[in-house]
């Protein structure tokens, strides 16, 4: 077992994601993930501070499309796939909080 | 001096523009003002699974033209970054931005004989609207919220400007030169009320003669220029009271109430500022080519500050007109429109009209020039009716209200209501002859008194005169022949 | 005659091209098979019989009108499902999808369609590709048709197993570290992983988008090349498609190697746990393709180590964004709660298996203020040095050489609770991914127990056509009873 990640990290990083995990999710993925980082700290610790980063594979720039109208998607099959929907829109439960 | 400290404020701008191309940042979607909700969706902006972004090319040739009028560095690449936050209107619950590598870089803007540095601008989407259903209408009070996704996917510019601006009326100037800029550009419709432009203030004070910064807020939910300046101005006195009274201000978003005229701070989760910005990997580098360098930098049109240089010059009209006019989206273009019909000599008339009734209209309706039912040449027409004296200016008033409102040439409207001012010197001299003949003692009266009963009676016969012709009568022609008749 | 399911596409394509066969039989012979046998081996999410019964009716009646339906005509092919085709469930293998009809369909199916190919069934795999064993699916397992009792691989395990069952002669699955090539290995079929951009992923349920790849199964290295040609090439809907340089490969199939220069790779050969019986299939690889006239050596390509350690960081970080969509509110599971963050929350955690909420997590934490430059960034940085060291190493070769998987399929259930052991099954396909390059897998021998091991054959980025050519003369020259459809 790793201490790598404490129950609050563990914790902190569920509300990020949006994951609402229960006691026992939360203790075996500390213990998991501290594994897994444990694992990555061959390349945590290597001095590559030349080195860039690479987001890309591929050395692509610039494509683009030309701004022309093009189908859009017939609205009563968008919402059928929807869980909740009313007046031609989405339905959520409240928000409580800001952007 | 008295030994109190004396604080300044600190403010720098965010605006964001929505770019006016036929389609969204990243899909083929109509970018559409006022659709049905939820009609103006393909799989791309409603982040179907398995969909992927491509960009609008015209969207680059915005940010290009704006560079060139703001003197802007573009650098050799620019990336896009996800901004990863949950929000409902949001389709991927991230957000596409640009973070680390901006289109643009290092503007400035010339307000008012003030240079505002320029930090970036940037490209990202708009998000969705969302509707709050029960409790009034407010979010938190709510029960439940309905999300309209046509705006998801809309490019925005965001430009975000240096702390330089030292006071509420230079923000405003800044916003205001800013959105003129833009619409000159043709590259955004910058209004405020429809949210085609967000303005947001980033406000901190500070002790006068020192030079660190002091914690600042945001200041976001106004929806015009007057409102830009009065939550400023809130904003820096709630500061300078809490420092006065040893208060710490703390760092948060704070949201203006143009109602109750104060800023509320908002609810905001733990964490939730913790972004987790990394390069989007569904979309490549922008690397602007020189091609594209030029031809943006060949279709920048005259700018607001020498557009109005040139008004003043060839109009004849104040620099405050010509920033009046300048300031609204689409106005330059229709007095410019009507001009062009009537020639230069009464460009004055066509400026005064435009910036008064035509403008209130505007305000009132939130309509722009371009949907009005009134064309340039129809205001044109109007003026002319004036100039050659068919219609007085107060009656020309009335048939600009109906133009501004019903699809009808003001000639037409002028004839419907009979209108066209009576000129004829016989039929007018019937009326004035007939008037004195029904009151000879208001004549007697004349006769015998002093200048100020005369002007008082001269005015009577004139009221009933107008009275007679309803309204029509030339006013001109009608005192003439009354001065005529009791003086000769 | 061939066995039941044994026909390969082009010969099926052939014979229906010129009405020897018709494209009805040819269905209904495979979904015989697939009544009989997918019972037991669960390979199959969804079988569209009706649907295909009726495009390869169409097909023969174009055919008996003269017309030329395309060089896929008549052949079915099963469909990974996180490909999205219109009106057709496609779940990603989860929960939180189950039932999902998209409203568009993806590039690669459009162009199967469109070369005659019929779509006949949507496969298995691990919840959102995360997984090398198929045993991550909602649904559960797919088992192995050479036994079993055994793992398919994942996470394209169900198009893996489909084809060694002779379901369909070909499936598309798509490789994010590993997830076409490693159940190729472990089912005994050829599995192709193109280079980054060479075929479109508009419509791919992503996982992690700069290493996501879509790629054929097949039993032929041929039949391989033919679905490629098919698929690949640009897409103006996927800004990450190349839109030049994509060479078809079918025509370089039969050019052989000699005057090739073909390097064993070092560090994905000697890797800890390596079954001996794959180490011994190698150095036969070697003999073959020595034998062929090519020059082989060893070759040492150092940061590829670190491959396993920056894919289980930039994965997850792609994967904990990209899957965030996934909310309750425009489409899928929802979990009510009293305020939409609750509801959000309560979904994901409800629709997603252990394995997605780990991978989540620790992409999550990867990304998050304060670990991005230790973690995110540093993976990033090991990306480029493994490029590379991969330029330097292709700057001497044509193509490079080792071991799909360090073993052979091993037992379900193996593997579920020590996740890191099974990361650990990715560790020779990973560079591949890393680096955007292009690689196979070609069925070459068993080991003891009988089970297929796979070669893997490495190139450059859009070194397909070499990577083929060597291919195909590993394929002629492995130990009989390599490949084929499973017994």
Not at chain 3, 97 to 117: K, N
Not at chain 3, 287 to 312: C, F, Q, R
């Given at each position: 077992?790793?201490?790598?990640?404490?129950r609050?990290?563990?914790?902190?990083?569920?509300?990020?994601?949006?994951?609402?995990?229960?006691?026992?999710?939360?203790?075996r993925?500390?213990?998991?993930?501290?594994?897994?980082?444990?694992?990555?700290?061959d390349?945590?610790?290597?001095?590559?501070?030349?080195?860039?980063?690479?987001?890309?594979?591929?050395?692509?720039?610039?494509?683009?499309?030309?701004d022309?109208?093009r189908?859009t998607?017939?609205?009563?099959?968008?919402?059928?796939?929807?869980?909740?929907?009313?007046?031609?829109r989405?339905?959520?439960p409240?928000?409580?909080?800001a952007? | 001096?008295?030994?109190?400290?004396?604080?300044?404020?600190?403010?720098?701008?965010?605006?964001?523009?929505?770019?006016?191309?036929?389609?969204?940042?990243?899909?083929?979607?109509?970018?559409?003002?006022g659709?049905?909700?939820?009609?103006?969706?393909?799989p791309?902006?409603?982040?179907l699974?398995?969909?992927?972004?491509?960009?609008?090319?015209?969207?680059?040739?915005?940010?290009?033209?704006?560079?060139?009028?703001?003197?802007?560095?573009?650098?050799?690449?620019?990336?896009?970054?996800?901004?990863?936050?949950?929000?409902?209107?949001?389709?991927?619950?991230y957000?596409?931005?640009?973070?680390?590598?901006?289109?643009?870089?290092?503007?400035?803007?010339?307000?008012d004989?003030?240079?505002?540095?320029?930090?970036?601008?940037?490209?990202?989407?708009?998000?969705?609207?969302?509707?709050?259903?029960?409790?009034?209408?407010?979010?938190?009070?709510?029960?439940?919220?309905?999300?309209?996704?046509?705006?998801?996917?809309?490019?925005?510019?965001?430009?975000?400007?240096?702390?330089d601006?030292?006071?509420?009326?230079?923000?405003?100037?800044?916003?205001?030169?800013?959105?003129?800029?833009?619409?000159a550009?043709?590259?955004?419709?910058v209004?405020?009320?429809?949210?085609?432009?967000?303005?947001?203030?980033?406000?901190?004070?500070?002790?006068?003669?020192?030079?660190?910064?002091?914690?600042?807020?945001?200041?976001?939910?106004?929806?015009s220029?007057?409102?830009?300046?009065r939550?400023?101005?809130?904003?820096?006195?709630?500061?300078?009271?809490?420092?006065?009274?040893?208060?710490?201000?703390?760092?948060?978003?704070?949201?203006?109430?143009?109602?109750?005229?104060?800023?509320?701070?908002?609810?905001?989760?733990?964490?939730?500022?913790?972004?987790?910005y990394?390069?989007?990997?569904?979309?490549?580098?922008?690397?602007?080519?020189?091609?594209?360098r030029?031809?943006?930098?060949?279709?920048?049109?005259?700018?607001?500050?020498?557009?109005?240089?040139?008004?003043?010059?060839?109009?004849?009209?104040?620099?405050?007109d010509?920033?009046?006019?300048?300031?609204?989206?689409?106005?330059?273009?229709?007095?410019?429109?009507?001009?062009?019909v009537?020639g230069?000599?009464?460009?004055k008339?066509?400026?005064?009209?435009?910036?008064?009734?035509v403008?209130?209209h505007?305000?009132e309706t939130?309509?722009?020039?371009?949907v009005?039912?009134?064309?340039?040449?129809?205001?044109a027409?109007?003026?002319?009716?004036?100039?050659?004296?068919?219609?007085?200016r107060?009656?020309?008033?009335?048939?600009?209200?109906?133009?501004?409102?019903?699809?009808?040439?003001?000639?037409?409207?002028?004839?419907?209501?009979?209108?066209?001012?009576?000129?004829?010197?016989?039929a007018?001299?019937?009326?004035?002859?007939?008037?004195?003949?029904?009151?000879?003692?208001?004549?007697?009266?004349?006769?015998?008194?002093?200048?100020?009963?005369?002007?008082?009676?001269?005015?009577?016969?004139?009221?009933?005169?107008?009275?007679?012709?309803?309204?029509?009568?030339?006013?001109n022609?009608?005192?003439?022949?009354?001065?005529?008749?009791l003086?000769? | 005659?061939t066995?039941?399911?044994?026909?390969?596409?082009?010969?099926?394509?052939?014979?229906?091209?010129?009405?020897?066969?018709?494209?009805?039989?040819?269905?209904?012979?495979?979904?015989?098979?697939?009544?009989?046998?997918?019972?037991?081996?669960?390979?199959?999410?969804?079988?569209?019989?009706?649907?295909?019964?009726?495009?390869a009716?169409?097909?023969?009646?174009?055919?008996?009108?003269?017309?030329?339906?395309?060089?896929?005509?008549?052949?079915?092919?099963v469909?990974?499902?996180?490909?999205?085709?219109r009106?057709v469930?496609?779940?990603?293998?989860?929960?939180i999808?189950?039932?999902?009809?998209?409203?568009?369909?993806?590039?690669?199916?459009d162009?199967?369609?469109?070369?005659?190919?019929?779509?006949?069934?949507k496969?298995?795999?691990d919840?959102?590709?995360?997984?090398?064993?198929?045993?991550?699916?909602?649904?559960?397992?797919?088992?192995?048709?050479?036994?079993p009792?055994?793992?398919?691989?994942?996470s394209?395990?169900?198009?893996?197993?489909?084809?060694?069952a002779?379901?369909?002669?070909?499936?598309?699955?798509?490789?994010?570290?590993?997830?076409?090539?490693q159940?190729?290995?472990?089912?005994?079929?050829v599995g192709?992983?193109?280079?980054?951009?060479?075929?479109?992923?508009?419509g791919?349920?992503?996982?992690?988008?700069?290493?996501?790849?879509?790629?054929?199964?097949?039993?032929?290295?041929?039949?391989?090349?033919?679905?490629?040609?098919v698929?690949?090439g640009?897409?103006?809907?996927?800004?990450?498609?190349?839109?030049?340089?994509?060479?078809?490969?079918?025509?370089?199939?039969?050019q052989?190697?000699?005057?090739?220069?073909?390097?064993?790779?070092?560090?994905?050969?000697?890797?800890d746990?390596?079954q001996?019986e794959?180490?011994?299939?190698?150095?036969?690889?070697?003999?073959?393709?020595?034998?062929a006239?090519?020059?082989?050596e060893?070759?040492?390509?150092?940061?590829?180590v670190?491959g396993?350690?920056a894919y289980?960081?930039?994965?997850?970080a792609?994967?904990?964004?990209?899957?965030?969509?996934y909310?309750?509110?425009?489409?899928?599971?929802?979990?009510?709660?009293?305020?939409?963050?609750?509801m959000?929350?309560?979904?994901?955690?409800?629709g997603?298996?252990?394995e997605?909420?780990?991978?989540?997590?620790?992409?999550?934490?990867?990304?998050?203020?304060?670990?991005?430059?230790?973690?995110y960034?540093?993976?990033q940085?090991?990306?480029?040095?493994?490029?590379?060291d991969?330029?330097?190493?292709?700057?001497?070769?044509?193509?490079?050489?080792?071991?799909?998987?360090?073993?052979?399929?091993?037992?379900?259930?193996?593997?579920?609770?020590?996740?890191l052991?099974?990361?650990l099954?990715?560790?020779?396909?990973?560079?591949?991914?890393?680096?955007?390059?292009?690689a196979?897998?070609?069925?070459?021998?068993?080991?003891?127990?009988?089970?297929?091991?796979?070669?893997?054959?490495?190139?450059?980025?859009?070194?397909?056509?070499?990577?083929?050519?060597?291919?195909?003369?590993l394929?002629?020259?492995a130990?009989?009873?390599?490949?084929?459809?499973?017994?």
């Amino acid at each position: 077992m790793s201490d790598r990640i404490s129950r609050a990290d563990v914790e902190h990083v569920a509300a990020l994601a949006r994951l609402t995990l229960d006691d026992d999710e939360l203790d075996r993925l500390a213990g998991e993930l501290g594994v897994i980082l444990d694992h990555a700290e061959d390349v945590a610790a290597l001095d590559l501070t030349d080195v860039a980063p690479t987001a890309h594979p591929l050395p692509l720039v610039n494509v683009l499309r030309a701004d022309e109208v093009r189908p859009t998607l017939d609205r009563d099959e968008v919402l059928e796939a929807a869980p909740a929907a009313e007046d031609g829109r989405f339905r959520v439960p409240r928000i409580l909080d800001a952007p | 001096m008295t030994g109190a400290v004396r604080y300044e404020p600190v403010i720098g701008l965010e605006v964001h523009c929505e770019l006016a191309t036929a389609t969204k940042l990243f899909c083929g979607c109509p970018n559409e003002f006022g659709s049905d909700p939820n009609t103006n969706v393909c799989p791309i902006c409603l982040g179907l699974p398995g969909s992927l972004p491509v960009l609008n090319e015209r969207v680059v040739e915005f940010a290009l033209r704006f560079a060139h009028a703001l003197r802007f560095d573009v650098p050799e690449q620019s990336i896009f970054a996800r901004k990863n936050y949950f929000y409902p209107d949001m389709p991927k619950d991230y957000q596409v931005s640009q973070y680390e590598a901006p289109i643009l870089v290092d503007g400035v803007l010339d307000v008012d004989g003030t240079t505002v540095r320029i930090e970036r601008a940037h490209l990202e989407e708009d998000t969705g609207k969302t509707l709050h259903m029960g409790g009034g209408g407010r979010i938190h009070d709510a029960e439940y919220s309905l999300v309209d996704y046509n705006r998801a996917g809309v490019p925005l510019m965001e430009i975000v400007s240096r702390p330089d601006i030292t006071s509420a009326e230079q923000a405003r100037g800044y916003a205001s030169e800013l959105r003129a800029v833009l619409s000159a550009l043709g590259v955004s419709d910058v209004k405020m009320e429809e949210g085609s432009m967000r303005v947001d203030a980033n406000v901190s004070v500070r002790i006068v003669g020192t030079e660190e910064l002091g914690t600042k807020v945001e200041v976001k939910n106004m929806n015009s220029l007057r409102s830009l300046g009065r939550a400023i101005d809130h904003e820096i006195e709630r500061q300078v009271a809490m420092c006065e009274a040893g208060e710490r201000i703390v760092q948060e978003t704070r949201h203006w109430d143009e109602d109750e005229g104060v800023t509320h701070g908002m609810r905001s989760k733990e964490g939730s500022s913790d972004y987790r910005y990394f390069p989007e990997p569904d979309l490549v580098p922008v690397a602007p080519t020189d091609e594209q360098r030029a031809a943006a930098r060949d279709s920048v049109p005259e700018l607001p500050a020498a557009h109005r240089d040139r008004l003043v010059a060839e109009w004849g009209i104040s620099e405050a007109d010509a920033r009046v006019l300048l300031d609204v989206p689409g106005l330059p273009g229709f007095a410019e429109a009507a001009v062009a019909v009537l020639g230069g000599g009464t460009a004055k008339d066509v400026v005064n009209w435009c910036t008064g009734d035509v403008l209130a209209h505007l305000n009132e309706t939130g309509l722009s020039p371009e949907v009005l039912p009134l064309a340039p040449d129809g205001l044109a027409e109007l003026v002319g009716l004036v100039a050659d004296g068919t219609l007085s200016r107060n009656l020309a008033k009335d048939v600009l209200g109906e133009a501004l409102r019903e699809p009808k040439r003001p000639k037409q409207i002028v004839e419907e209501r009979g209108l066209a001012q009576e000129s004829d010197e016989g039929a007018l001299a019937e009326v004035i002859d007939g008037i004195l003949a029904a009151n000879p003692d208001v004549v007697a009266a004349y006769r015998a008194g002093d200048d100020k009963e005369r002007k008082k009676k001269r005015g009577f016969f004139m009221g009933e005169a107008m009275k007679a012709t309803r309204g029509s009568g030339n006013p001109n022609t009608l005192s003439r022949l009354l001065g005529e008749r009791l003086d000769g | 005659m061939t066995a039941p399911g044994g026909d390969a596409a082009i010969d099926v394509a052939r014979a229906v091209r010129s009405g020897e066969q018709k494209a009805r039989d040819v269905v209904d012979e495979r979904l015989d098979l697939v009544a009989t046998r997918d019972p037991e081996l669960h390979a199959l999410l969804l079988v569209l019989g009706d649907q295909a019964r009726t495009a390869a009716d169409e097909i023969d009646a174009r055919v008996a009108a003269g017309e030329d339906p395309g060089p896929l005509a008549g052949v079915p092919v099963v469909l990974k499902d996180n490909l999205c085709v219109r009106g057709v469930p496609t779940s990603a293998g989860s929960k939180i999808l189950d039932g999902w009809r998209p409203p568009y369909t993806a590039t690669v199916v459009d162009r199967i369609v469109e070369a005659g190919g019929i779509v006949l069934a949507k496969a298995n795999l691990d919840e959102f590709a995360m997984g090398s064993s198929t045993e991550n699916s909602a649904f559960g397992p797919t088992r192995n048709p050479h036994d079993p009792t055994r793992v398919a691989g994942g996470s394209s395990g169900g198009s893996a197993a489909s084809v060694a069952a002779g379901f369909a002669p070909l499936a598309l699955g798509s490789d994010t570290g590993g997830s076409i090539r490693q159940p190729a290995s472990l089912c005994g079929v050829v599995g192709v992983k193109p280079t980054y951009g060479a075929v479109s992923r508009y419509g791919l349920i992503a996982f992690a988008s700069s290493l996501d790849q879509i790629g054929p199964f097949a039993t032929t290295v041929a039949d391989a090349a033919l679905l490629l040609d098919v698929v690949g090439g640009h897409d103006p809907l996927d800004s990450t498609s190349i839109a030049s340089g994509v060479e078809r490969v079918t025509p370089r199939l039969d050019q052989g190697v000699a005057g090739l220069r073909i390097g064993v790779v070092q560090e994905l050969t000697d890797v800890d746990g390596v079954q001996p019986e794959v180490r011994a299939a190698v150095a036969a690889a070697v003999d073959v393709l020595t034998a062929a006239g090519a020059v082989v050596e060893t070759v040492s390509v150092p940061s590829t180590v670190y491959g396993l350690s920056a894919y289980y960081l930039i994965a997850p970080a792609e994967a904990s964004s990209n899957l965030a969509r996934y909310d309750g509110v425009r489409y899928g599971l929802r979990v009510d709660g009293e305020d939409v963050a609750e509801m959000n929350g309560r979904t994901r955690a409800a629709g997603f298996g252990p394995e997605v909420k780990r991978r989540i997590m620790l992409g999550t934490y990867a990304l998050s203020a304060g670990y991005y430059d230790a973690y995110y960034g540093q993976a990033q940085r090991v990306r480029t040095l493994i490029i590379e060291d991969f330029r330097a190493a292709y700057e001497r070769f044509d193509a490079l050489l080792s071991p799909t998987s360090p073993t052979t399929a091993f037992e379900i259930g193996a593997k579920v609770s020590d996740p890191l052991s099974m990361y650990l099954s990715d560790i020779c396909t990973i560079p591949t991914n890393l680096a955007g390059h292009a690689a196979i897998s070609v069925p070459f021998g068993v080991d003891d127990a009988g089970l297929p091991i796979g070669v893997q054959v490495l190139a450059d980025a859009l070194g397909e056509p070499t990577m083929f050519r060597v291919a195909q003369v590993l394929e002629d020259g492995a130990p009989a009873g390599s490949g084929g459809v499973a017994p």
